[in-house]
């Protein structure tokens, strides 16, 4: 089993940024790749970045390309997602995943954390 703890997150005025943490324990995620989605209220989960355990590869969602970094301390058991020029429509729970997989167009994982709330004011 994995146990995922996110911090980070916080209220944010339109245009600011946050960097969210992820901290592992119970497994190395050395050999995991990692994710972070979310959920605004109302709405379904949806993916929003994962990286990749053998190549350190990104993927990220279309709308947060180009705004939102993912990276990992394999040393540390920690995963980030840096968020920049952060807009009211990013506001959700963001939720850090591990052993995540891609099947067909949807992500998946197989381990969860409790999330951490964003919002962002505009």
């Known amino acids: 089993q994995v146990q995922l703890v996110e911090s980070g997150g916080g209220l944010v005025q339109a245009g600011g940024s946050l960097r969210l943490s992820c901290v592992a324990s119970g497994r190395t995620i050395s050999k995991y790749t990692m994710g972070w989605f979310r959920q605004a209220p109302g709405k379904e989960r949806e993916f929003v970045a994962a990286?990749?355990?053998?190549?350190?590869?990104?993927y990220f969602t279309d709308s947060v390309k180009g705004r939102f970094t993912i990276s990992r301390d394999n040393a540390k058991n920690t995963v980030y997602l840096e968020m920049n020029s952060l807009k009211p429509e990013d506001t959700a729970v963001y939720v850090c995943?591990?052993?995540?997989?891609?099947?067909?167009?949807?992500?998946?994982?197989?381990?969860w954390g409790q999330g951490t709330q964003v919002t962002v004011s505009s």
């Open positions: 995943a591990a052993d995540a997989f891609l099947e067909a167009t949807m992500w998946h994982a197989n381990y």
């Open positions: 990286i990749t355990w053998r190549t350190s590869s990104p």
